[in-house]
């Protein structure tokens, strides 16, 4: 992602990596001299809550055959966890757009601000798909329920990759959650279950906040592998020279559908290749 990053996009940012505080090194190792990336320990970002505690984690060492003892004190899957350092991102960005990119994208064409269609507009990216999946219309529904709000159509989602918020907006969605609540944030996100952080914000966006200079764009910046089939397929497609997209800019690869990060790397590799040519 970070390569492919470097090589299509046509402007300038900060480019923010948040990763676990035991793997800091690693990255830093990984990208030495890189003026425009800077690393964040995701602990920064993330309440203790959504970490085993103590007892859970000596139990792990000692007492494995346990643990289903301590559910309560085991915190949250790595899944939540990423999704609560996102919504904590005004910590470190407090005005303007983020762009966020998840690090099972890659881009594969030349993409600038303008092309994101964030220049002179602030956007949402709210899809409208043929047929949806249940797991959209639970996420939707769920994000409903967290916000307070009565139920709504479920026909719609906003998962699109790069994801695209704002700052100011965010936080006014942390004051929401907080009112309806009684809670902190986090705290009341740590007890909500199944979540989808695109979800939340999209229905507080469009549903709670309704500004009035918003635009919709329903369409995607990104193909989609959700299985070796569709990967095979869109690999088939990419690396052929007569392709065309008008609107994609990137690859998300479904990170738990088994297929080897080196495979990623050697597509990749041929699409550059083929760009050089």
Known sequence: MRRSLKT???GNALHIMVVPQQDMGAFRRAFPHETDLAFVAQEELVDSIYYPDWLYRIATKFAGSQLWRLESHAGRPGWIVQQIAKLNCTKLIQDGAIVFLDSDLFFFRPFDASTLGIENARLLLRIEPDAENSKHRHHIAKAREILALPPGKTEHHYMGYPAIWYADW???LHRHLEKVSGTSWQGALHDA???SEYSIYGVFVDEVLKPSDLAIRDGRYNLMAWDR?????LKSELLNPAFETNKEIGLVIQSNIGIPATEYEDLLERLLNAKDE
């Open 170 to 172: 965010l936080s006014l």
């Open 8 to 10: 299509f996009f046509r």
């Open 193 to 195: 279950g199944h979540l």
């Open 229 to 233: 089939e569709s990967f095979n397929q």
